[in-house]
């Protein structure tokens, strides 16, 4: 018989053959970043995102099987399950038992108000009222929400300790609380630098027992310059708890916006350097920024993190109300 020759493949599927070793490449060193021994800003960047990988392992690894690229769609698989591996990067707290005393729960509020760009400040603060937490952590509200705040006699009944400039400046780092603040210039750096400076450090003294609260705000990692900077201050956190807090004896709350998911370095950082655990529950797939995402795309970047003996009764990511970060409720029990 005269052999068939067949007709050569189509310059489109030649090409799409030849690039994608390298799309499997790329992937399996996105998926696998978070792994990396040393820490770099490329490396951070993708850990970060691990659970998106880990997500999009999923119906690649569907596409690779039914076009029959077996070896491939092992490759993509084994990648996705490492990326899901790094769901344990970060330690997180375990769940308080169901009966506890109220007097053991603490409400705390964090919220990145966008500065600026909250364009509906009025139901930001209706939320503080709904929700009435014990402890509100503002990050950079806008001009307005602290005019609003300045001028709520009932907020300010009900959290009269506060950490907030006397006049209107975006931008700014708060900490409301319903109970008295330990802090000062000699403490915490005074509430002027530590709004300008990222963190606030402070005892609060709860009737049932106080605890340590630090509030920070590293820098998101927008640039090299930048990311370095917010690694800095993760560091001036872990200090100040293990110089100006664990002496004390008290549990430690450190909550804001820490511009790392749970599986970036930074807040495996955190948690280790400083014998804490995160809050966010490793299973459940939500989070605060970008707010207009749908709840599996956003990173949760906005947390709490507390002492080991800490429980969490609740973690919740409450809907938008203007800015581009949605704000989270813990309930924590301390011991």
Not at 80 to 96: F, V
Not at 208 to 234: D, H, I, K, M, Y
Request: glycine share 8%.
């Amino acid at each position: 018989m005269p052999e068939v020759s067949l007709p050569p493949a189509p310059a489109r599927s030649r090409l799409l053959g030849a690039l994608a070793p390298l799309g499997i490449a790329m992937y399996v060193a996105l998926a696998t970043a978070w792994l990396h021994p040393i820490t770099t800003y490329l490396a951070d960047l993708a850990a970060t995102l691990a659970i998106l990988w880990a997500l999009l392992a999923i119906p690649s690894v569907v596409f690779l099987t039914w076009r029959r690229r077996r070896i491939a769609a092992g490759v993509v698989a084994i990648a996705g399950i490492i990326a899901w591996g790094s769901l344990w990067r970060t330690p997180r707290l375990g769940q308080a038992p169901r009966s506890i005393p109220s007097s053991q729960i603490i409400s705390i509020l964090v919220f990145n108000g966008s500065s600026s760009r909250l364009s509906a400040p009025e139901k930001a603060l209706a939320m503080l009222h709904d929700l009435d937490p014990d402890v509100i952590v503002l990050i950079e509200p806008s001009r307005t929400l602290l005019d609003l705040i300045r001028a709520d006699d009932a907020l300010a009944r009900s959290h009269p300790f506060r950490r907030l400039p006397d006049t209107a400046k975006s931008g700014w780092r708060l900490v409301l609380t319903r109970w008295p603040q330990q802090g000062g210039p000699d403490f915490a750096g005074g509430a002027e630098d530590a709004a300008h400076g990222g963190m606030h450090v402070m005892v609060v003294d709860r009737p049932a027992g106080a605890f340590g609260l630090v509030q920070v705000n590293p820098e998101s990692p927008r640039t090299l310059a930048r990311w370095r900077a917010g690694n800095a201050r993760v560091e001036g956190a872990i200090n100040a708890i293990r110089e100006r807090l664990m002496p004390r004896g008290v549990p430690v709350i450190v909550a804001g916006d820490l511009n790392a998911s749970p599986t970036g370095a930074r807040s495996a950082r955190l948690a280790r350097g400083a014998d804490l655990a995160r809050a966010k529950p490793r299973f459940v797939l939500d989070g605060t920024f970008p707010a207009g995402l749908p709840a599996v795309f956003r990173l949760p970047i906005d947390d709490v993190f507390a002492s080991p003996g800490v429980g969490l009764v609740e973690w919740r990511v409450l809907p938008s109300c203007g800015s581009d970060h949605r704000a989270v409720l813990v309930r924590l029990c301390l011991p």
